[in-house]
């Protein structure tokens, strides 16, 4: 069992910077590959960028990358989201989640999620 809780959201201007912070609970964090998605207003959820359980392994979506980067500390049971050049269309709520498959892509390939953090990008 893995319980999440994200942190970090909020207001940035467009061109600005936030840091999401996604802390999980349980001991098994480390053998979790760890995901983001988000979800904007009358849109889909959407897959975002995930890491692997060792190594780092990564993969983004083409609409985050290069301004986007995932991270994690196992020895703090967190996963990091670093958000660079963030534009108005990044604003959504962006949810963490955890996985026993290697980098998927797909939300029901998840089987925890957190509640979410608001991201807001004002223009």
């Known amino acids: 069992q893995v319980q999440l809780v994200e942190s970090g959201g909020g207001l940035v201007q467009a061109g600005g910077s936030l840091r999401l912070s996604c802390a999980a609970s349980?001991?098994?964090?480390?053998?979790?590959?760890m995901g983001w998605f988000r979800q904007a207003p009358g849109k889909e959820r959407e897959f975002v960028t995930t890491i692997s359980w060792s190594h780092g392994s990564t993969y983004y979506a083409d609409s985050v990358k290069g301004r986007f980067t995932i991270s994690r500390d196992n020895a703090k049971n967190t996963v990091y989201l670093q958000m660079n050049s963030l534009k108005p269309e990044d604003t959504a709520i962006y949810y963490c989640?955890?996985?026993?498959?290697?980098?998927?892509?797909?939300?029901?390939?998840?089987?925890?999620w957190g509640q979410g953090t608001q991201v807001t990008v004002s223009s």
């Open positions: 349980g001991r098994t964090f480390s053998s979790y590959t």
């Open positions: 989640a955890a996985s026993g498959r290697w980098l998927p892509t797909r939300g029901h390939e998840y089987g925890y």
